[in-house]
């Protein structure tokens, strides 16, 4: 099929992705209101460095240089990154939340949280709408890293029947900043109108491959009939 046979079939029903990227085009400036500045967005990072503490040993014993302590660490790091974000943690800073005056659900402080580790550095990271608030948060995190760790590896690392004691040290934050509009919030529009007019041809391509009308001489040739002569629009 030559190329200007597609875009005969464009032509033919040009309005229905025309109306598409209107409609869309309307629907999304009354919800997304592009004209408006968004919500400003804090962001705020800590960075902690994690480990085992050294067991008391005699020093007749030989640790082989705490080499296990610091293989534990490492283990401990990658877990760590996982029980940040889980609900249980999420719970525990809610309830330091509560206890300072703010009342902030698991959910939401769970749905705002990311972590990041590298070697036995643990990176924390929240976002939140109101810079106040944001702070509050922090602090709460850093009450739940420095009172409750343990408590998320008991049974785990207990040794007779006391906890190993895990040592979590802030090294860097916490550092709220504003962050700028998101790339998704900057190409949400120009994507619905690209996706509307993407829906608009395949809708015409479809009611064309429905269609039965016979239009030109290629119609009929496609039915095996002979064409004895056509008369031109023109």
Known sequence: MELRHYWNIILRRWWLPLALVVLVALFSLVTL???QAPPPIYTASMRYNVGLQPEPRPASVYTYDRYYTWL???YLIDDLSEIVKGSAFAAAVSRHL???GLALSPGAIQGSTQTGKLHRILTLSVSRGHAGELNQ?????S??????????YAGLLNRDAEPVPIAAILIDGPQVSAAGPGLRAQLELP??????????LALCFFLDYLDTCVRDRADLE???LA???EIPRR
Not at 143 to 152: E, I, S, Y
Not at 191 to 200: E, K
């Open 137 to 141: 948060i922090m602090v709460a995190i």
């Open 33 to 35: 209101r592009p004209w």
């Open 143 to 152: 009450q739940t890293m420095q009172a409750d760790l343990g408590a998320f």
């Open 222 to 224: 496609a039915l095996g």
């Open 191 to 200: 994507l619905r109108l690209a996706l509307a007019l993407l829906v608009g």
């Open 227 to 229: 064409v004895l002569a």
């Open 98 to 100: 509560a206890d300072s």
């Open 72 to 74: 534990g660490s490492e």
